[in-house]
């Protein structure tokens, strides 16, 4: 029986499951740090199952145990962003209340791909590989599918096309410094720069790296969650599932693109495996450039993690 936990009950742990719930593939684990919030979250989600149909079990509470036998644990615990803060301003508290999670994870489900979720999510996914000591395809954050959907909404509203139309991925850190590849680009087929001018692919870009900033503004209490419980659930569906999707994730980088021993949104096949391998595909020289910059930006974030958290230099895996 396919099994899934979720730590973290709150906007998108919540949408996550949900979503999962709904294509029936898994019986689900909610926990969170707060007494009630999860249980009484599982309780609605099991009842709102008598009216979509669904009829796997989900759980909730404050006990790691509830995880126990998981085939993945989606991590979503942690704080959201709020008006006027960047993702890597969570860094310090996020990476606090992630390593909490991770030992209780690892001596709880030691054979589960971890998903990481919470923001920075490559800083947050890279620390999840040193707590671990998982091997790297075992642990992957979430980031490329959410950032990529924005693009293609973002693109689809410009050309008035629907956005199954629309092929195209982003790349690089979960930031502001996140790289849309419109060389690989397609709408129904043609090349993105054959459809808008310079100007409009640059405003799309610029839409995109802050799209989750706009909702944030909006919102003024938290950050997206619809997306973003969507985007891991359909992670989540990739790899237990075998589908070996190519989707965008936060990966560790082994040589390939050029770059080793950093987490970094690149294309990945996703199956069971977790993320089975790291696919490369063309990059213009613009595009290996701004993701060389990308890559700059997610070191500086995890020079600053370690400085933080003196002890990270004990753990199994190390960055190299
Ligand atoms: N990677 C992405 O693309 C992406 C997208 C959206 C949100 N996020 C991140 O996901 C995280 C969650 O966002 P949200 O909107 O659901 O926030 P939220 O505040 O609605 O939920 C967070 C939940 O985590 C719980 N929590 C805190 N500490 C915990 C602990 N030690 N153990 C278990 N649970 C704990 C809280 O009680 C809360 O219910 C944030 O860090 C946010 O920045 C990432």
Same mark, same amino acid.
């Given at each position: 029986?396919?099994?899934?936990?979720?730590?973290?009950?709150?906007?998108? #742990?919540?949408?996550?499951?949900?979503?999962?719930?709904?294509?029936?593939?898994?019986?689900?684990?909610?926990?969170?740090?707060?007494?009630?919030?999860?249980?009484?979250?599982?309780?609605?989600?099991?009842?709102? #199952?008598?009216?979509? #149909?669904?009829?796997?079990?989900?759980?909730?509470?404050? +006990?790691?145990?509830?995880?126990?036998?998981?085939?993945?644990?989606?991590?979503?615990?942690?704080?959201?962003?709020?008006?006027?803060?960047?993702?890597? +301003?969570?860094?310090?508290?996020?990476?606090?209340?992630?390593?909490? *999670? &991770?030992?209780?994870?690892?001596?709880?489900?030691?054979?589960?791909?971890?998903?990481? *979720?919470?923001?920075?999510?490559?800083?947050?996914?890279?620390?999840?590989?040193?707590?671990?000591? /998982?091997?790297?395809?075992?642990?992957?954050?979430?980031?490329?599918?959410?950032?990529?959907?924005? /693009?293609?909404?973002?693109?689809?509203?410009?050309?008035?096309?629907?956005?199954?139309?629309? +092929?195209?991925?982003?790349?690089?850190?979960?930031?502001?410094?996140?790289?849309?590849?419109?060389?690989?680009?397609?709408?129904?087929?043609? %090349?993105?720069?054959?459809?808008?001018?310079?100007?409009?692919? +640059?405003?799309?870009?610029?839409?995109?790296?802050?799209?989750?900033?706009?909702?944030?503004? /909006?919102?003024?209490?938290?950050?997206?969650?619809?997306?973003?419980?969507?985007?891991?659930?359909?992670?989540?569906?990739?790899?237990?599932?075998?589908?070996?999707?190519? &989707?965008?994730?936060?990966?560790?980088?082994?040589?390939?693109?050029?770059?080793?021993?950093?987490?970094?949104?690149?294309?990945?096949?996703?199956?069971?495996?977790?993320?089975?391998?790291?696919?490369?595909?063309?990059?213009? %020289?613009?595009?290996?450039?701004?993701?060389?910059?990308?890559?700059?930006?997610?070191?500086?974030?995890?020079?600053?993690?370690?400085?933080?958290?003196?002890?990270?230099?004990? /753990?199994?895996?190390?960055?190299?």
């Amino acid at each position: 029986m396919a099994k899934i936990s979720i730590i973290g009950a709150g906007n998108v #742990g919540a949408t996550c499951a949900y979503t999962l719930l709904k294509s029936n593939v898994a019986d689900i684990a909610l926990i969170d740090v707060v007494e009630g919030l999860a249980k009484g979250k599982s309780l609605d989600l099991m009842q709102a #199952g008598a009216i979509e #149909g669904y009829d796997k079990k989900i759980t909730g509470g404050t +006990d790691y145990k509830d995880a126990e036998g998981s085939d993945i644990v989606i991590i979503t615990a942690g704080l959201a962003r709020q008006p006027g803060m960047s993702r890597s +301003d969570l860094l310090g508290k996020n990476a606090g209340i992630l390593k909490s *999670v &991770l030992t209780n994870i690892t001596a709880i489900v030691p054979n589960a791909v971890i998903l990481v *979720v919470t923001n920075p999510a490559d800083a947050m996914a890279q620390l999840a590989y040193m707590v671990t000591g /998982y091997s790297p395809n075992r642990v992957l954050g979430m980031s490329g599918v959410l950032d990529s959907a924005r /693009y293609k909404y973002f693109i689809a509203q410009e050309l008035g096309v629907p956005m199954a139309s629309v +092929d195209g991925m982003v790349i690089g850190a979960h930031g502001d410094s996140m790289l849309p590849v419109v060389s690989q680009t397609r709408v129904d087929g043609k %090349p993105l720069a054959e459809l808008l001018n310079r100007d409009k692919i +640059d405003g799309i870009i610029n839409k995109t790296k802050f799209g989750g900033a706009e909702i944030v503004s /909006y919102l003024k209490t938290g950050s997206a969650f619809y997306a973003p419980g969507a985007a891991s659930a359909r992670m989540a569906n990739a790899i237990l599932n075998d589908k070996k999707e190519i &989707l965008p994730c936060s990966v560790y980088a082994q040589g390939q693109y050029g770059l080793k021993g950093i987490y970094i949104g690149l294309p990945a096949r996703l199956g069971r495996g977790g993320a089975e391998e790291i696919v490369e595909v063309p990059l213009s %020289p613009d595009e290996t450039e701004a993701l060389g910059r990308s890559v700059s930006s997610a070191k500086a974030l995890l020079a600053e993690l370690t400085e933080l958290f003196a002890d990270l230099t004990n /753990y199994k895996n190390l960055s190299q």
